[in-house]
């Protein structure tokens, strides 16, 4: 069974810029998260789908940012205009639906902003 | 909102026993899970306590006290692979999940 994967890996991007990062959790998982890691802090929250819903996207930084997750499947946040300072590692996790479940973390892409 | 609370950094000895604590301040609690990430790598799942006590998997134990808000991840005959940092995260109301800052802990010979 395939892992979550995100891509790209890497990204660097200019000031101004505009970067979509990709997310395909694992089949079946009702629920998708996005975090930020910026240089060994904290893997701060940014938002939770379940399905296609939005259940919680209090963590996003500001209107800069924009999730979607389409038809419950695979999901994209895009960053426009990229600042200097939304430069981090962002990652992605899926669960099944449920309370006692495990998340499941891809490898994350590590945006830079010049 | 959430907060979390771990030391940031932790060192000890290989063979040695680790405990990282963890207290929380939240609602709509549901339970807390640990997470291990090494560098450059993707956090992954230790170990979940939604009731009170101790739950054990192979070397690595966590504790969870619902009362006093409060947890630990233990970790027994540390190895020189265990070098990483470990984050609690809690579980929380519509099955939000909420991480702290993460300990870094070294291991050394």
């Known amino acids: 069974e395939a892992g979550v994967t995100q891509f790209p890996s890497h990204s660097v991007i200019e000031k101004g810029q505009t970067v979509t990062l990709r997310c395909d959790p694992i089949?079946?998982?009702?629920?998708l998260y996005w975090y930020r890691r910026v240089m060994g802090k904290e893997i701060k929250f940014l938002l939770h789908f379940v399905k296609e819903s939005k259940q919680d996207e209090s963590g996003m930084p500001n209107n800069r940012f924009l999730a979607e997750r389409t038809g419950g499947t695979y999901s994209t946040l895009k960053v426009q205009p990229a600042e200097l300072e939304d430069s981090g590692v962002y990652f992605c996790?899926?669960?099944?639906?449920?309370?006692?479940?495990?998340?499941?973390f891809g490898q994350g892409t590590r945006l830079t902003v010049v | 909102g959430q907060s979390l609370e771990q030391p940031s950094e932790v060192t000890a000895v290989e063979g040695a026993i680790v405990q990282i604590n963890c207290t929380y301040q939240?609602?709509?609690?549901?339970?807390l899970s640990w997470y291990q990430q090494h560098d450059g790598g993707a956090p992954t799942f230790l170990s979940y306590n939604a009731l009170d006590g101790l739950e054990e998997t192979g070397r690595f134990s966590s504790f969870l006290s619902r009362s006093d808000s409060y947890g630990y991840l233990l970790l027994q005959e540390l190895q020189m692979k265990d070098s990483a940092s470990y984050f609690c995260?809690?579980?929380?109301?519509?099955?939000?999940?909420?991480f702290g800052a993460g300990t870094r802990l070294t291991v050394k010979p």
């Open positions: 996790a899926s669960s099944q639906a449920g309370r006692n479940t495990e998340a499941f």
């Open positions: 939240t609602s709509g609690f549901y339970g």
């Open positions: 089949s079946g998982h009702d629920n």
């Open positions: 995260a809690v579980r929380v109301l519509n099955n939000d999940m909420r």
